[in-house]
């Protein structure tokens, strides 16, 4: 059986990944996942925002929030490394003080990339979520909530960022495709998030 990210973590070398190549591209389909979310999906993650690395905008031109390291656990402790899909929202405020315009505040979809990222070869497990949005400000030590609900792919080594790039666009695309299904959609009301912060017009 697969691994899951916690059991990969008690280990003592950082696990090695394949390096995408041709035939993967060739053959990513466009949606993924059964018709309703199955075991262990959905999954509920939380925490304060923190700083990566900072490559994610810089490099990729896909900002990620890291989620802290306890946050991650539920997740896993469940699930291999790779990457996933879901809703997220972000609160609008920040040590009491609100920050986040109201657009920025509501549920968005996004992807999830949890592992050692092969390409940047990190030393620790990250748990990033990037959200389809395009935020106003940062929003770094909000608190964030999401639910996972499917998984897309194995976390990949690539030959250039340029490849790296490529398979984030088609893992958003799925993401969307995935997620336009009602099984799904119907988690964007989920009661986890804040209906208050998105009042639906
Ligand atoms: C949807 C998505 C898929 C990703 N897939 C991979 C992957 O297969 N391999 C990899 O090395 N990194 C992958 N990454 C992680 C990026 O390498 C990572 O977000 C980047 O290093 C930015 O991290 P930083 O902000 O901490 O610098 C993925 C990120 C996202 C958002």
Same mark, same amino acid.
């Given at each position: 059986m697969t691994k899951t990210a916690a059991e990969l973590v008690l280990e003592e070398s950082v696990p090695s990944a394949p390096v995408r190549d041709k035939s993967f591209r060739q053959t990513r389909p466009s949606i993924v996942g059964p018709e309703v979310p199955e075991s262990p999906f959905p999954i509920v993650l939380t925490g304060a925002v923190q700083r990566g /690395? !900072? $490559? !994610? !905008?810089? &490099? %990729?031109g896909c900002p990620t929030a890291n989620l802290p390291d306890e946050s991650i656990l539920p997740m896993s402790s469940v699930t291999q490394t790779g990457v996933y899909y879901g809703y997220a929202q972000v609160s609008r405020e920040k040590d009491g003080e609100v920050i986040l315009a109201e657009e920025d505040s509501q549920v968005f979809p996004m992807v999830m990339s949890l592992g050692w990222n092969p390409f940047y070869k990190n030393e620790k497990l990250t748990a990033e979520i990037h959200i389809m949005h395009d935020f106003k400000k940062d929003f770094y030590g909000h608190e964030m909530q999401a639910i996972v609900l499917g998984y897309i792919r194995p976390e990949l080594d690539y030959v250039s960022r340029e490849a790296l790039i490529e398979d984030i666009e088609t893992d958003k695309r799925v993401a969307l495709t995935s997620l336009a299904r009602p099984g799904y959609e119907k /988690? $964007?009301? &989920?009661? %986890? /998030? &804040?209906?208050t912060a998105h009042p639906r017009l």
């Open positions: /690395f !900072g $490559r !994610g !905008g810089k &490099d %990729l /988690f $964007r009301e &989920d009661p %986890l /998030f &804040d209906a």
